[in-house]
Protein backbone atom coordinates (compact mmCIF):
# COMPACT_ATOMS: atom_id res chain seq x y z
CA UNK A 1 0.00 0.00 0.00
CA UNK A 2 1.29 3.10 -0.57
CA UNK A 3 2.73 5.44 1.70
CA UNK A 4 -0.28 7.92 3.72
CA UNK A 5 0.65 11.28 4.64
CA UNK A 6 -0.87 13.79 7.38
CA UNK A 7 -0.46 17.48 6.79
CA UNK A 8 -1.39 20.58 8.44
CA UNK A 9 -3.51 22.91 6.63
CA UNK A 10 -1.81 26.09 6.35
CA UNK A 11 -3.35 27.97 3.48
CA UNK A 12 -6.54 29.02 2.05
CA UNK A 13 -6.66 26.02 -0.61
CA UNK A 14 -5.88 23.72 1.90
CA UNK A 15 -8.89 24.60 4.45
CA UNK A 16 -11.47 24.44 1.32
CA UNK A 17 -10.06 21.03 0.46
CA UNK A 18 -11.06 20.42 4.07
CA UNK A 19 -14.16 21.40 3.94
CA UNK A 20 -14.80 19.84 0.50
CA UNK A 21 -13.23 16.46 1.85
CA UNK A 22 -16.95 14.86 3.10
CA UNK A 23 -18.69 16.39 -0.18
CA UNK A 24 -16.81 13.07 -1.77
CA UNK A 25 -17.32 11.08 0.48
CA UNK A 26 -20.93 11.02 1.00
CA UNK A 27 -21.60 11.99 -2.45
CA UNK A 28 -24.06 9.06 -3.18
CA UNK A 29 -25.47 8.74 0.56
CA UNK A 30 -28.50 9.83 0.52
CA UNK A 31 -29.09 9.95 4.10
CA UNK A 32 -26.12 12.87 4.68
CA UNK A 33 -27.02 16.58 4.81
CA UNK A 34 -24.63 18.96 3.64
CA UNK A 35 -23.36 22.19 5.49
CA UNK A 36 -23.11 25.50 3.69
CA UNK A 37 -19.23 24.98 2.47
CA UNK A 38 -19.39 29.06 3.21
CA UNK A 39 -20.60 28.58 7.22
CA UNK A 40 -17.87 25.80 7.39
CA UNK A 41 -15.08 28.09 6.06
CA UNK A 42 -16.34 30.81 8.44
CA UNK A 43 -16.57 29.04 11.28
CA UNK A 44 -12.70 27.00 10.45
CA UNK A 45 -11.17 30.31 9.89
CA UNK A 46 -9.32 32.20 12.98
CA UNK A 47 -10.25 35.42 11.42
CA UNK A 48 -13.74 34.61 11.06
CA UNK A 49 -14.79 32.49 14.40
CA UNK A 50 -15.12 34.93 17.26
CA UNK A 51 -14.60 31.45 19.37
CA UNK A 52 -10.47 31.82 18.57
CA UNK A 53 -10.48 34.61 21.41
CA UNK A 54 -10.49 31.42 23.88
CA UNK A 55 -9.53 28.42 21.56
CA UNK A 56 -6.82 27.84 19.89
CA UNK A 57 -6.80 25.32 16.57
CA UNK A 58 -5.41 23.09 13.79
CA UNK A 59 -6.71 21.46 11.35
CA UNK A 60 -5.09 18.26 9.07
CA UNK A 61 -5.64 16.07 6.16
CA UNK A 62 -4.91 12.87 5.46
CA UNK A 63 -3.68 11.58 1.31
CA UNK A 64 -2.24 8.97 0.02
CA UNK A 65 -1.62 9.53 -3.58
CA UNK A 66 -2.33 13.21 -3.20
CA UNK A 67 -5.97 12.13 -2.84
CA UNK A 68 -7.42 13.03 0.40
CA UNK A 69 -8.50 10.16 2.37
CA UNK A 70 -9.52 12.06 5.61
CA UNK A 71 -9.62 15.31 7.78
CA UNK A 72 -9.58 15.88 11.40
CA UNK A 73 -10.04 19.10 13.39
CA UNK A 74 -7.77 19.67 16.67
CA UNK A 75 -9.08 22.29 19.23
CA UNK A 76 -8.34 23.36 22.89
CA UNK A 77 -11.03 25.04 24.39
CA UNK A 78 -9.20 27.19 27.06
CA UNK A 79 -13.05 28.16 28.77
CA UNK A 80 -13.29 24.49 29.23
CA UNK A 81 -10.60 23.66 31.13
CA UNK A 82 -11.70 26.82 33.91
CA UNK A 83 -15.37 25.90 33.92
CA UNK A 84 -15.08 21.85 33.84
CA UNK A 85 -10.79 21.53 35.43
CA UNK A 86 -10.12 19.33 32.63
CA UNK A 87 -6.95 19.22 30.27
CA UNK A 88 -8.82 17.90 27.10
CA UNK A 89 -8.33 18.09 23.69
CA UNK A 90 -11.24 17.95 21.32
CA UNK A 91 -11.21 16.36 18.13
CA UNK A 92 -14.33 17.54 15.32
CA UNK A 93 -14.84 17.43 12.00
CA UNK A 94 -13.17 14.03 11.52
CA UNK A 95 -14.11 12.03 8.51
CA UNK A 96 -12.21 9.13 6.83
CA UNK A 97 -12.44 5.98 4.68
CA UNK A 98 -12.74 2.39 5.48
CA UNK A 99 -9.13 2.42 6.01
CA UNK A 100 -7.69 1.93 9.96
CA UNK A 101 -4.53 3.48 9.40
CA UNK A 102 -5.75 6.64 8.10
CA UNK A 103 -8.57 7.01 11.36
CA UNK A 104 -5.02 6.04 13.47
CA UNK A 105 -2.82 8.75 12.18
CA UNK A 106 -5.55 11.05 12.35
CA UNK A 107 -6.13 10.37 16.00
CA UNK A 108 -2.25 10.24 16.52
CA UNK A 109 -1.92 13.79 15.10
CA UNK A 110 -4.65 14.93 17.20
CA UNK A 111 -3.37 13.49 20.25
CA UNK A 112 0.37 14.09 19.99
CA UNK A 113 -0.83 18.52 18.95
CA UNK A 114 -2.68 18.03 22.46
CA UNK A 115 0.02 16.35 24.73
CA UNK A 116 2.30 19.33 23.09
CA UNK A 117 0.03 21.59 24.63
CA UNK A 118 -0.25 19.77 28.04
CA UNK A 119 -3.42 18.25 27.47
CA UNK A 120 -3.68 14.36 29.29
CA UNK A 121 -6.99 13.40 27.39
CA UNK A 122 -9.21 13.75 24.17
CA UNK A 123 -12.32 13.91 23.26
CA UNK A 124 -14.71 14.23 20.76
CA UNK A 125 -16.22 15.00 18.35
CA UNK A 126 -16.91 18.63 19.38
CA UNK A 127 -16.79 21.76 17.91
CA UNK A 128 -15.76 25.26 19.54
CA UNK A 129 -19.15 25.40 20.91
CA UNK A 130 -22.20 23.45 21.77
CA UNK A 131 -23.71 25.42 18.96
CA UNK A 132 -21.24 23.77 16.67
CA UNK A 133 -21.85 19.52 15.63
CA UNK A 134 -20.72 17.40 18.04
CA UNK A 135 -20.97 13.84 18.84
CA UNK A 136 -20.36 10.30 16.68
CA UNK A 137 -23.25 8.62 15.06
CA UNK A 138 -23.54 5.16 16.45
CA UNK A 139 -27.39 4.78 15.55
CA UNK A 140 -29.82 5.79 12.63
CA UNK A 141 -27.50 5.71 10.46
CA UNK A 142 -30.48 5.36 7.88
CA UNK A 143 -31.99 8.39 8.80
CA UNK A 144 -31.62 11.47 7.11
CA UNK A 145 -29.69 14.19 8.72
CA UNK A 146 -30.18 17.63 9.55
CA UNK A 147 -28.63 20.77 9.49
CA UNK A 148 -26.17 22.07 12.54
CA UNK A 149 -25.24 18.02 12.77
CA UNK A 150 -22.45 15.43 11.70
CA UNK A 151 -22.93 12.38 9.65
CA UNK A 152 -20.85 9.32 9.34
CA UNK A 153 -20.56 5.44 7.61
CA UNK A 154 -21.38 2.84 10.77
CA UNK A 155 -17.60 1.83 10.84
CA UNK A 156 -16.84 5.00 12.10
CA UNK A 157 -17.63 3.56 15.62
CA UNK A 158 -15.47 0.32 14.91
CA UNK A 159 -12.46 2.20 14.31
CA UNK A 160 -12.66 4.46 17.51
CA UNK A 161 -13.56 1.33 19.98
CA UNK A 162 -10.93 0.02 18.17
CA UNK A 163 -8.63 3.24 18.67
CA UNK A 164 -9.44 3.01 22.43
CA UNK A 165 -12.36 5.30 22.93
CA UNK A 166 -15.01 4.94 25.33
CA UNK A 167 -18.24 6.63 25.60
CA UNK A 168 -18.02 9.85 27.59
CA UNK A 169 -22.11 10.81 26.89
CA UNK A 170 -24.68 10.11 24.51
CA UNK A 171 -27.11 12.46 22.87
CA UNK A 172 -30.50 11.07 21.18
CA UNK A 173 -32.47 12.71 18.79
CA UNK A 174 -36.90 12.05 18.75
CA UNK A 175 -38.80 12.05 15.68
CA UNK A 176 -42.59 13.34 16.86
CA UNK A 177 -45.83 13.07 15.32
CA UNK A 178 -47.53 16.40 15.60
CA UNK A 179 -50.62 15.82 17.49
CA UNK A 180 -53.78 15.99 15.79
CA UNK A 181 -55.37 18.03 18.20
CA UNK A 182 -54.53 19.90 21.44
CA UNK A 183 -56.72 18.31 24.82
CA UNK A 184 -58.74 20.68 26.87
CA UNK A 185 -56.37 19.54 29.65
CA UNK A 186 -53.48 20.77 28.28
CA UNK A 187 -55.15 24.19 27.32
CA UNK A 188 -56.49 24.33 30.88
CA UNK A 189 -52.91 23.28 32.25
CA UNK A 190 -51.27 26.37 30.02
CA UNK A 191 -53.64 28.98 31.23
CA UNK A 192 -52.87 27.91 34.96
CA UNK A 193 -48.58 28.28 34.14
CA UNK A 194 -48.79 31.33 32.65
CA UNK A 195 -51.11 33.01 35.08
CA UNK A 196 -49.37 31.42 38.05
CA UNK A 197 -46.13 32.60 37.03
CA UNK A 198 -47.27 35.83 35.34
CA UNK A 199 -45.72 35.40 32.27
CA UNK A 200 -47.05 35.93 28.69
CA UNK A 201 -45.77 34.58 25.18
CA UNK A 202 -44.50 37.08 22.59
CA UNK A 203 -46.56 37.89 19.59
CA UNK A 204 -44.02 37.74 16.57
CA UNK A 205 -44.91 38.58 13.47
CA UNK A 206 -41.94 39.87 11.27
CA UNK A 207 -38.50 38.44 11.87
CA UNK A 208 -37.25 42.16 12.95
CA UNK A 209 -39.76 41.32 16.03
CA UNK A 210 -37.41 38.85 16.88
CA UNK A 211 -34.06 40.10 16.29
CA UNK A 212 -34.68 42.03 19.58
CA UNK A 213 -34.84 39.51 21.54
CA UNK A 214 -31.87 37.53 19.67
CA UNK A 215 -29.49 38.32 23.25
CA UNK A 216 -31.98 37.65 25.33
CA UNK A 217 -32.93 33.80 24.13
CA UNK A 218 -28.89 33.86 24.04
CA UNK A 219 -28.06 34.89 27.67
CA UNK A 220 -30.71 32.77 28.78
CA UNK A 221 -29.35 29.79 26.71
CA UNK A 222 -25.73 30.38 28.80
CA UNK A 223 -27.78 29.63 32.30
CA UNK A 224 -29.93 26.49 31.14
CA UNK A 225 -27.12 24.88 29.31
CA UNK A 226 -24.79 25.52 32.20
CA UNK A 227 -24.31 22.25 33.44
CA UNK A 228 -24.22 19.90 30.26
CA UNK A 229 -21.31 17.95 29.41
CA UNK A 230 -18.56 20.10 28.11
CA UNK A 231 -20.48 23.43 27.97
CA UNK A 232 -18.96 27.03 28.09
CA UNK A 233 -21.01 29.90 27.74
CA UNK A 234 -20.95 31.95 24.43
CA UNK A 235 -19.23 35.58 24.02
CA UNK A 236 -20.94 38.58 23.38
CA UNK A 237 -19.48 38.30 20.09
CA UNK A 238 -20.44 34.94 19.47
CA UNK A 239 -24.05 36.19 20.29
CA UNK A 240 -24.15 38.64 17.50
CA UNK A 241 -22.08 35.84 15.16
CA UNK A 242 -24.90 33.28 15.70
CA UNK A 243 -27.73 35.80 15.46
CA UNK A 244 -26.14 36.70 12.08
CA UNK A 245 -25.83 33.01 10.84
CA UNK A 246 -28.82 31.46 12.45
CA UNK A 247 -31.50 33.87 12.49
CA UNK A 248 -31.94 34.52 9.17
CA UNK A 249 -33.36 31.11 8.78
CA UNK A 250 -36.11 32.10 11.19
CA UNK A 251 -39.49 32.51 10.34
CA UNK A 252 -41.87 33.89 13.72
CA UNK A 253 -44.37 31.58 13.38
CA UNK A 254 -42.24 28.84 14.55
CA UNK A 255 -40.84 30.58 16.61
CA UNK A 256 -41.76 30.16 20.86
CA UNK A 257 -40.66 33.06 23.23
CA UNK A 258 -41.70 32.93 26.61
CA UNK A 259 -41.36 36.46 29.26
CA UNK A 260 -41.78 37.61 32.86
CA UNK A 261 -43.49 40.94 33.85
CA UNK A 262 -40.40 41.84 33.25
CA UNK A 263 -39.49 40.94 29.96
CA UNK A 264 -36.92 38.37 30.60
CA UNK A 265 -36.78 35.91 28.46
CA UNK A 266 -37.76 32.61 30.58
CA UNK A 267 -38.15 29.67 27.83
CA UNK A 268 -37.57 29.95 23.94
CA UNK A 269 -38.56 27.49 21.41
CA UNK A 270 -36.55 28.19 17.94
CA UNK A 271 -37.58 25.97 15.43
CA UNK A 272 -37.03 25.43 11.26
CA UNK A 273 -38.91 23.92 8.70
CA UNK A 274 -36.73 21.07 7.57
CA UNK A 275 -33.61 21.84 5.06
CA UNK A 276 -32.37 19.00 4.64
CA UNK A 277 -33.64 18.22 1.24
CA UNK A 278 -32.86 21.63 0.53
CA UNK A 279 -29.16 21.15 1.39
CA UNK A 280 -29.51 18.34 -0.59
CA UNK A 281 -30.17 19.83 -3.56
CA UNK A 282 -27.73 22.90 -2.99
CA UNK A 283 -24.65 20.63 -2.35
CA UNK A 284 -23.43 23.10 -0.29
CA UNK A 285 -23.95 26.44 -2.17
CA UNK A 286 -26.15 28.86 -2.13
CA UNK A 287 -25.50 30.22 -5.28
CA UNK A 288 -26.46 29.97 -7.82
CA UNK A 289 -29.76 28.58 -7.28
CA UNK A 290 -29.28 26.41 -3.81
CA UNK A 291 -31.13 29.44 -1.95
CA UNK A 292 -34.18 28.94 -4.19
CA UNK A 293 -34.16 25.29 -2.92
CA UNK A 294 -33.88 26.95 0.89
CA UNK A 295 -36.72 29.27 0.27
CA UNK A 296 -39.10 26.30 -0.79
CA UNK A 297 -38.28 24.64 1.79
CA UNK A 298 -38.76 27.59 4.34
CA UNK A 299 -42.07 28.51 2.93
CA UNK A 300 -43.73 25.00 2.38
CA UNK A 301 -42.86 22.45 3.87
CA UNK A 302 -44.59 19.36 6.70
CA UNK A 303 -41.42 18.76 8.34
CA UNK A 304 -39.73 21.13 11.12
CA UNK A 305 -36.73 20.89 12.86
CA UNK A 306 -36.28 21.75 16.44
CA UNK A 307 -33.44 23.40 16.39
CA UNK A 308 -33.19 25.25 19.96
CA UNK A 309 -35.38 25.08 22.99
CA UNK A 310 -34.55 25.86 26.48
CA UNK A 311 -36.09 26.63 30.03
CA UNK A 312 -34.34 28.96 32.29
CA UNK A 313 -33.24 27.37 35.52
CA UNK A 314 -35.44 29.31 37.73
CA UNK A 315 -38.26 27.35 35.41
CA UNK A 316 -37.21 24.00 35.17
CA UNK A 317 -39.79 21.61 36.02
CA UNK A 318 -42.72 24.07 36.71
CA UNK A 319 -44.36 23.44 33.12
CA UNK A 320 -42.60 26.24 31.42
CA UNK A 321 -41.12 23.50 28.99
CA UNK A 322 -44.67 21.76 28.45
CA UNK A 323 -45.49 25.10 27.56
CA UNK A 324 -43.39 25.91 25.08
CA UNK A 325 -44.18 22.65 23.37
CA UNK A 326 -47.82 23.24 23.60
CA UNK A 327 -47.48 26.86 21.76
CA UNK A 328 -45.24 25.24 19.36
CA UNK A 329 -47.70 22.02 18.52
CA UNK A 330 -50.23 24.66 17.52
CA UNK A 331 -48.24 26.53 15.43
CA UNK A 332 -47.36 23.51 13.69
CA UNK A 333 -50.62 22.41 13.63
CA UNK A 334 -51.89 25.94 12.03
CA UNK A 335 -49.19 25.58 9.07
CA UNK A 336 -49.97 21.90 8.21
CA UNK A 337 -46.63 20.83 9.76
CA UNK A 338 -46.84 16.77 10.71
CA UNK A 339 -43.29 16.02 11.74
CA UNK A 340 -41.03 17.03 14.31
CA UNK A 341 -37.30 16.17 14.73
CA UNK A 342 -35.47 17.22 18.13
CA UNK A 343 -32.19 18.39 17.93
CA UNK A 344 -29.48 16.31 20.11
CA UNK A 345 -30.25 16.16 23.65
CA UNK A 346 -28.23 14.50 26.26
CA UNK A 347 -29.78 11.18 27.09
CA UNK A 348 -28.99 12.45 30.79
CA UNK A 349 -31.08 15.58 30.51
CA UNK A 350 -34.29 13.66 32.05
CA UNK A 351 -35.92 17.45 32.43
CA UNK A 352 -36.01 17.55 28.61
CA UNK A 353 -36.27 14.15 26.97
CA UNK A 354 -39.61 13.18 29.93
CA UNK A 355 -41.24 15.19 27.67
CA UNK A 356 -41.42 13.15 24.83
CA UNK A 357 -43.37 10.12 26.34
CA UNK A 358 -46.49 12.19 26.15
CA UNK A 359 -46.16 12.53 22.72
CA UNK A 360 -46.30 9.83 19.95
CA UNK A 361 -42.52 9.91 19.59
CA UNK A 362 -39.66 7.45 18.56
CA UNK A 363 -35.76 7.76 19.32
CA UNK A 364 -34.20 7.20 15.86
CA UNK A 365 -31.11 8.73 16.33
CA UNK A 366 -28.15 8.66 19.09
CA UNK A 367 -24.68 10.57 18.63
CA UNK A 368 -21.69 9.85 21.18
CA UNK A 369 -19.14 11.45 22.37
CA UNK A 370 -15.90 9.50 22.74
CA UNK A 371 -12.89 10.09 25.56
CA UNK A 372 -9.41 8.77 26.10
CA UNK A 373 -6.63 8.99 27.67
CA UNK A 374 -3.32 10.89 26.14
Not at 46 to 64: H, Q
Not at 72 to 97: C, P, Q, T, Y
Not at 288 to 293: A, E, K, Y
Amino acid sequence: MSQLEVIKVSSRKQLKQFVKFPFHLYEHNKYWCPPLKSDEINTLRKDKNPAFAYCEAEYWLAYRDNIPVGRIAGIINRKEHERWNSMLVRFGWIDFVDDPEVSRRLIDTVAAWGRSKGMTGIHGPLGFTDMDPEGMLVEGFDEISCLGVFYNFPYYVDHMQKLGFTKAVDWIQFEVKVPAEIPEKVERMTRIVMQKYDLRLLKLNTPKEVLPYAPKVFAMYNEAFHDLYGFTALTTEEITAYTKQYFGFIRPEFVSIIVDNQDHVVGFGITIPSLSAALQKANGSLFPFGFIHLLRALRKNDVIDMYLIGVHPDYQGKGVLALIYHELNKKYLHAGIKTARTHPQLEENFKAISIWKNYDSRINIRRRCWIRDI
